[in-house]
């Protein structure tokens, strides 16, 4: 999958937020810029959240009420130490958690969550999806079906 710019970003955060339902956790990845927090607003946006999504670089977590509730965490501040913030609440809650640069939570990870990896290409972003779990898997599917 591809984006060329940040519309076309925040239309495949659309598109997954569609197919999303409470408990599911999605790790963004990729370099400063790479477009994470600009997919998490096109995926608030699918969920029917009006508020302006921010970056939580400074907060670690911001919450956001919609069809279902958006957890969107930052956890580059507390890089190897998931133990500073109590994960669980978020991980197994009622809503969707995004976790940027959740990659460095390690075993901290739930057995189930998708991952995007957002990697600069042509200009753009391409965006590789990797599923670890069975519901992950069906996310998966049903965005390379469109």
Known sequence: MFSRNEDE???????????LEAGDVL????????????FT???????????MIKSPTYTIL????????LYHLDVYRIGQDPDS???DDFLFGE????????????ESLPDDYLQLNLLPKDGGRELLFEAHGSRAQKLQQALEEE
Not at 11 to 19: I, T, V
Not at 41 to 51: D, E, F, R, Y
Not at 62 to 69: H, I, M, Q
């Open 27 to 38: 790790v963004l990845t990729g370099d400063l810029g790479a477009g994470k927090t600009t």
């Open 9 to 19: 970003l925040m239309a495949w955060g659309r598109k997954l937020a569609e197919k």
């Open 85 to 87: 913030i109590d994960l």
């Open 62 to 69: 911001r919450e956001y009420e919609g069809r279902l509730p």
């Open 95 to 106: 809503g969707v958690t995004v976790i940027e640069w959740g990659e460095l939570l390690g």
């Open 41 to 51: 607003k096109g995926l608030a946006q699918g969920l029917g959240i009006g508020q």
